[in-house]
């Protein structure tokens, strides 16, 4: 504080004890006496106030009990970027022994120098520092011009999570000295951003990550500093209350992942606006609180023109319930990966493994679910499992065997687009198919059966209960994911206490475990 004139501390990040705050007012608070600070705190349960003291107001503060009046010399107001840099990377001293005296030529002079060695060992590792680590190190600012450039000319990759910068130019300041930046993590800085002028030209012109969680940027400020972000690709926004007003023109054309996470304020309305940034690959909307989605440019069974590139879509801990959510995403035309776990569709006491073959049915392209890859088996069971499952309502809306009089009604098309490509593909289900239960309902009838795997010795029995009404293509799904072995490598067969010495093989995938006779107390054997 005591370089730190009073007019300067407004608006200034700072930290007391570990907690983090911006300063709000520097003054006199009657009746103490002296110099107070008044201070608004990240953690609004740390304070005590609103900025107000018997009556009168000093400052404002979003929150009803985030402020708090502290004196100038409890108050930490951080580093700057090459201090920060030296007291995490610089090696300590070797052990002191005798200073050695060195002659050194400046200009004409010589010039006796100690410690000389330690300045070029200090100055040599700096200068190779390439990855660097600032998390929570009161970083405050660039400190003196060009300095940075000097000491550090080669890092290319910054933590500067959790410190004390205030403003963008302050990241500029530090930035615009690091001509091979690539990547850059600002997270939990609560930034103040330019209200109108872009970045100086050249600043960002290498950066290809930028993270801005948690720092309190809104849409419009995103897209008035994006002209500066020529080469960026992975730009992260969590957590920032953002919503998308706006569609980017002429900025983030090259962006291949967005990460808008836990932006609550998002809709499928706002998500529109950002669907034709031509090279976006990856979007992560987990925590958004979406539930539907349409994609009204594209009809049953065709592809949207929205999100042309659109590979990987994370949805997880969202409000999606409807399955008619599902055939929407069938219509992006790029899509391979999703992961949607934790929603009202995929939690509760619905057969979990059921409910990923839907999935995989519904999106036809889809490769990947929930990180696990989806083999060529593993969908074929899933597509002929969902075709017979929806068999019967398919016959009551008009479904047929015959072609010619397949003309299931305008209100099944809609709840299955990929129903009659899927009849196309394997064929119309069969009356007899039809005559089992959905496999969606779980049979009242659980087998409690021991798992035995005999040529593989290091593996323990163990017991499970099962569905008599599971197919063996679904638990062999299931030993998969458990044994971490492709579907198509295992055989399964049982044998029973009332056939001692006999082993049946279970040897079609489409047939439950009841078609076999297993029963209670059976053991299933499992070979790869």
């Known amino acids: 504080m005591n370089s730190t004139s009073t007019s300067d501390v407004i608006g200034r990040r700072v930290e007391v004890n570990g907690e983090h705050a911006t300063v709000r007012f520097s003054g006199l608070v009657p009746p103490v006496a002296g110099l107070w600070l008044g201070v608004e705190w990240d953690n609004p349960e740390r304070g005590k106030h609103d900025g107000s003291h018997e009556g009168t107001v000093y400052f404002k503060c979003r929150h009803p009990t985030a402020g708090s009046f502290i004196r100038p010399h409890k108050v930490n107001f951080g580093v700057d970027f090459l201090t920060a840099i030296k007291n995490r990377y610089v090696l300590e001293d070797e052990p002191k022994e005798e200073e050695t005296e060195q002659i050194v030529i400046i200009g004409n002079k010589p010039v006796e120098t100690i410690g000389f060695d330690s300045v070029i060992k200090q100055q040599s590792q700096l200068s190779k520092l390439q990855d660097v680590s600032l998390r929570n190190c009161a970083v405050n600012g660039a ?73 309190g940027i809104t849409w419009a400020e995103v897209l008035r500093c994006a002209s500066g972000w020529p080469v960026l690709e992975k730009l992260y926004l969590e957590s920032n209350n953002i919503v998308i007003s706006e569609r980017p023109t002429d900025v983030l054309q090259t962006v291949k992942l967005l990460d808008l996470s836990s932006n609550q304020l998002i809709d499928e309305n706002q998500l529109f606006l950002i669907a034709y940034l031509p090279r976006l690959e990856q979007l992560i909307l987990s925590d958004i609180g979406i539930s539907s989605i349409h994609f009204p440019d594209a009809g049953i069974g065709c592809k949207t023109s929205m999100f042309p590139s659109l590979q990987y879509l994370v949805l997880n801990d969202n409000q999606i319930a409807q399955w008619s959510f599902m055939n929407e995403l069938d219509k992006l035309q790029s899509l391979h990966a999703l992961s949607c776990t934790r929603n009202p569709l995929t939690e509760g006491s619905k057969d979990a493994q059921t409910t990923r073959q839907f999935i995989i049915a519904r999106i036809g392209q889809l490769r990947t679910l929930n990180k696990c890859a989806i083999e060529p088996e593993e969908r074929r069971g899933a597509e002929l499992d969902y075709r017979k499952a929806f068999g019967n309502e398919w016959k009551k809306a008009g479904g047929h065997q015959d072609p010619e009089k397949n003309r ?20 119309a289900p069969e009356d007899g198919e039809l005559k089992t239960q959905q ?14 795997y005999p040529n593989q010795h290091d593996q323990k029995v163990i017991e499970k209960q099962l569905p008599d009404s599971m197919t063996v293509q679904k638990v062999k799904g299931l030993l998969s994911r458990l044994l971490k072995v492709p579907v198509s490598e295992l055989l399964l067969s049982y044998e029973s206490p009332k056939m001692p010495g006999k082993e049946v093989e279970l040897e079609n995938d489409l047939q439950p475990l009841r078609f076999y006779s297993v029963e209670n107390g059976d053991c299933l054997l499992v070979r790869w």
């Open 143 to 215: 400190g003196d011009k060009g300095e940075i450039a000097k000491a550090c000319p080669n890092i290319r990759s910054i933590d500067l999570s959790k410190n004390l910068l205030s403003s963008w130019e302050e990241v500029i300041d530090i930035a615009d000295q690091l001509k091979h930046l690539e990547v850059l993590n600002l997270s939990e800085n609560k930034l103040t951003f330019p209200s109108s002028s872009p970045s100086p030209t050249g600043t960002f012109s290498t950066l290809k990550v930028l993270v801005l969680n948690r720092t």
């Open 408 to 427: 299931p009604n305008e209100e099944f098309l809609a709840a299955h687009p990929r129903y009659q490509a899927l009849c196309l593909k394997y064929g």
């Open 439 to 452: 496999p969606f309902l779980l049979k009242n009838q659980l087998l409690t059966l021991k798992i035995k």
